[in-house]
């Protein structure tokens, strides 16, 4: 069967709220540490310890959805979800909530499996476009986490928002059932054997090399700015609420709409075009956190210009691998999100490291780091001819 525009669009609403979960905790730091009585550089590493979980169900589960039956999987994987949110809103001490935050990362890769699903599914010409306009659902679902578990956070406390989630996952779950389609497994093997095949996968698609090793740059430097800029903004001339600083998810959102824009690129162009274009975005954003880190303006904008750069450079590097192996989608997805939620785990803990060596200016100047590497990488991969590797 071919995907529907309400398929399309259930796929969407499905995988942003299902990868809110794993963002949910980060305005909620201070509140966490407070509760605790430990540091905030401690219970910044529930952020870390959420988002290390997500890299090992990605690295483990995802690959199983060219094996397994994709909807039947996605569902016990969200009933999952809700187990581990109920166990973080009854965390008694600091320690039990890094373990079901990590609980939670891990049964949170549900989107990583909608995500071939649909590209299963859809029409070869208008990929990037499915792609796209499910990555919308997906990043907002991100950002606008931080401004409900902060609304939550400020008035409920922070225990409500793990209530609230698992409630929402549970119903998401009931949804899946009666709406998603069902799929047909490509892979006949053993588990062993899928999880051998990853290896040759990456040996074999210098391209897949390229998008991961890009991503994993990037997202680390997504995960060391949204880890950070709680601290920033909690601190002075600011003394912002978790409540304000979730606010900052509305911002954010603006880049993540122009995800359809993005697909639509790739469909009809070398999707490599955008990813230049998304690691300018970037610079300019961190170059914007450092000028201006006491004028909320500046932050915003800069905010704006890097989730618009990350759209970017994450759903045209999306599109090209899934032009590969249609057989492989899921473990082509493995490799491409596994990297780039290890780089999003590192991140956030060398966020953590460098705000209490150096604070914001340190930050500032690891994440244009980051940013750098990436653009060599992307610089690298041009033949000598200056034409571009393919896909």
């Known amino acids: 069967m071919t995907l529907s525009r309400w398929n399309i669009l259930v796929m969407a609403l499905c995988t942003g709220l299902i990868v809110a979960n794993i963002y949910y905790s980060q305005p909620l ?3 966490m540490s407070e509760e605790f009585g430990v540091t905030e ?31 039947s999987q996605i569902v016990v994987m969200t009933l999952a979800a809700v187990v581990a949110l109920v166990a973080a809103a009854k965390s008694v001490n600091i320690t039990m909530l890094k373990v079901t935050g990590l ?14 699903l649909a590209a299963n599914l859809s029409d070869p010409a208008s990929r990037g476009k499915v792609i796209g306009t499910i990555m919308s659902g997906l990043l907002v679902g991100i950002l606008l986490s931080r401004t409900l578990s902060g609304m939550v956070g400020h008035h409920l406390g922070w225990r409500a928002m793990f209530w609230i989630a698992a409630g929402i996952s549970a119903l998401l779950a009931l949804i899946m059932i009666t709406s998603f389609p069902s799929s047909k497994p490509s892979f006949n093997g053993t588990y062993g054997q899928l999880m051998k095949s990853l290896l040759t996968l990456i040996k074999e698609q210098p391209v897949l090399r390229e998008a991961s090793a890009i991503n994993a740059c990037c997202f680390a430097m997504f995960g060391m700015f949204w880890t950070t800029v709680v601290f920033l903004l909690s601190a002075p001339p600011f003394k912002y609420t978790s409540e304000q600083i979730g606010l900052m998810g509305l911002a954010a959102a603006a880049g993540a709409l122009g995800a359809p824009l993005v697909g639509r690129i790739a469909d009809k162009k070398n999707p490599r075009i955008a990813i230049g274009y998304g690691i300018i975005f970037l610079f300019l954003g961190y170059f914007l956190f450092y000028v201006f ?28 691998i899934y032009t590969l ?12 999100m596994t990297t780039s939620f ?19 200016k340190g930050v500032c100047m690891a994440g244009t780091g980051l940013i750098s590497i990436a653009l060599i990488i992307y610089l690298a991969t041009y033949k000598k001819s200056g034409r571009v590797v393919s896909a």
Not at 52 to 63: E, K
């Open 29 to 31: 730091l201070v509140l």
């Open 41 to 71: 550089s401690n219970a910044g590493q529930v952020t870390f310890f959420t988002q290390l979980g997500y890299a090992l169900g990605l690295l483990f589960c995802v690959p199983l959805g060219d094996k397994l039956e994709r909807k």
């Open 103 to 116: 609980m939670i990362g891990f049964t949170s890769v549900v989107p990583q499996l909608i995500l071939p």
């Open 293 to 320: 880190q006491t004028k909320l303006i500046g932050i915003i904008i800069g905010i704006v210009a890097i989730d618009l750069g990350l759209q970017g450079i994450h759903v045209s590097n999306q599109t090209r």
């Open 325 to 336: 192996l249609p057989e492989a989608r899921n473990r082509l997805n493995t490799v491409f």
């Open 342 to 360: 290890i780089g999003t785990s590192l991140g956030s803990g060398i966020g953590l490291w460098v705000w209490s060596v150096a604070q914001w």
